[in-house]
């Protein structure tokens, strides 16, 4: 089974109360890639700038990564953020963003690409995420996730998008943003009215909650003292979720509740270190062991 | 086995996005009584003034509530708040506090409740929360709330209080504030080193959280559409676990993990109405029922 994500490959300048960080590697796909890489083989979809520090990469190579899919632009620049996060850290604050070559034209899905079973596609431009999704054949799982940028200014084009997917994955602002409701129970229902079979609303320290068919699940978050950097907590969430999917094969709401537990307890060693720091050096073993700690709390007789 | 709690008794004026209420009962004790009469015999020890409505105890009597411990003392005022919550309701905002009978000096704990099982100390002054703890012969468990403003300004009280209870249920504002951090967990171990043997850090609609020698525990809320006024819910969490575990007779991890459950689904019953309503009017069997409900939710096989 081969899980396909598409989004973004930047580089990161992050302050937080433990520390900073330098022009790292970060973006959503990269996050995604590397907890998703604990249960499947992913490839990855992206473009960077000519200003892209080819050593990198190199650490993808510990990881069952395919990089066929991302293209290096001549002329172009990087994608780069700034950002910092103060006090609870459930909320970044964005000190800069250059778009640079995500503000130009998409990549190309690979042909090796196309019989993709999974497909993530990461934040952006809602009519992109369309255009890339219908260059794969005949995918088994399709999932978005969008950001507020495109539900202020894009709104029916996100409604395209979301009426196409088998699910979507958001943090609660963006969901309370998208439907003008603050109950995040029934935007859950709301998400679901909108097309997908199963909506996932992020919630950062707090969780998150599950929508299908058979109604909500709400789980915490993996409690731990070992709050470094939450940079990309949220796609390695969406990451361990659907690597976790993909590998099973399975979309029951049984296999979503169980997959949200993988996305939670990998987002938990995301945020352990700045950037990829930590999800690179994480093993199955590591991530099944706390999912067996993490079920056994919620385990009440 | 018998329960006491010392809180207030008011009188409440409270707005939220699906209406208002004025003037209807209200008050830490209160909420609190009517949660825990679902599981023990509650006795409620507190002051109103000699304008308070008598009729407004009627509803007392369609529950295992003794008000004994009720002195209404002539010359004084009742406690009254006005507040109202808008948004995600999370948090509320007061408009007008009338501390009336309140600012005067504390009640008195009658000779028939001096032999009680499970005392709750409601938010009140740290040091006349020790004063009503010693009036108690010998509790088998003792548990203690606090507020913003005696964190601010009774610091050093509230520690001796803290220091001589089984344990301790605030809110995670109100834990960050006491011990200046932001990490629940860490939080939560801070706790504990100030005395009681567990703590529990109630986080609204996010949840709660246990803290015990065992570790800590995340539970999230119980996901529902009906939130009308979210007034007493920390209260009827307090009340729903010291019910719990006043009718179980058991103070072990397990049973304060059981307990946290029983507390968050006393709260869901609460906030489905203004004043105490719907807390008046649920059966064990409604809440035992959504228990099996929560606790199937969590189960993650």
């Not at 991302?70 to 172009?76: C, K, M, P, Q, V």
């Not at 909320?91 to 130009?104: C, I, K, P, Q």
Request: hydrophobic share 40%; aromatic share 6%; charged share 25%.
């Amino acid at each position: 089974m081969s899980l396909l994500v598409t989004g973004s490959i930047g580089i990161d300048s992050v302050a937080t109360p433990h520390g900073k960080a330098d022009d790292v590697l970060g973006g959503t796909a990269v996050y995604f890639s590397f907890a998703a890489s604990n249960f499947t083989r992913v490839r990855l979809v992206g473009v960077v700038g000519d200003d892209f520090p080819s050593e990198m990469l190199d650490v993808f190579a510990r990881r069952d990564v395919d990089l066929a899919g991302l293209e290096r632009r001549e002329g172009s620049k990087t994608f780069r953020w700034q950002g910092k996060f103060v006090g609870d850290m459930n909320e970044a604050e964005t000190l800069g963003v250059d778009l640079n070559v995500l503000a130009e034209h998409g990549p190309k899905i690979p042909d090796s690409f196309t019989d993709s079973d999974t497909v993530f596609l990461a934040n952006t431009h809602p009519t992109l995420q369309r255009e890339l999704l219908s260059q794969v054949k005949s995918p088994k799982l399709t999932v978005c996730d969008s950001m507020n940028l495109w539900i202020a200014n894009e709104k029916e084009e996100l409604l395209k998008t979301l009426a196409v997917v088998d699910g979507v994955i958001i943090n609660d602002g963006e969901a309370r943003q998208l439907t003008d409701r603050y109950n995040l129970v029934e935007i859950g229902d709301m998400l679901l009215d909108m097309g997908p079979k199963f909506a996932v609303i992020k919630k950062g320290e707090h969780g998150a909650i599950l929508f299908t068919s058979e109604g909500p699940v709400a789980i915490p978050a993996f409690p731990t003292k070992t709050v470094v950097d939450p940079t990309g907590a949220g796609d390695s969430f969406a990451g361990g979720m659907l690597g976790y999917l993909t590998e099973i094969g399975d979309t029951s709401p049984a296999a979503l509740r169980r997959a949200i537990v993988r996305g939670t307890i990998a987002a938990s060693f995301t945020i352990e270190s700045f950037s990829i720091n930590r999800a690179v050096e994480v093993t199955r073993e590591q991530i099944e062991d706390r999912v067996k700690t993490f079920l056994a709390m919620l385990r009440i007789e």
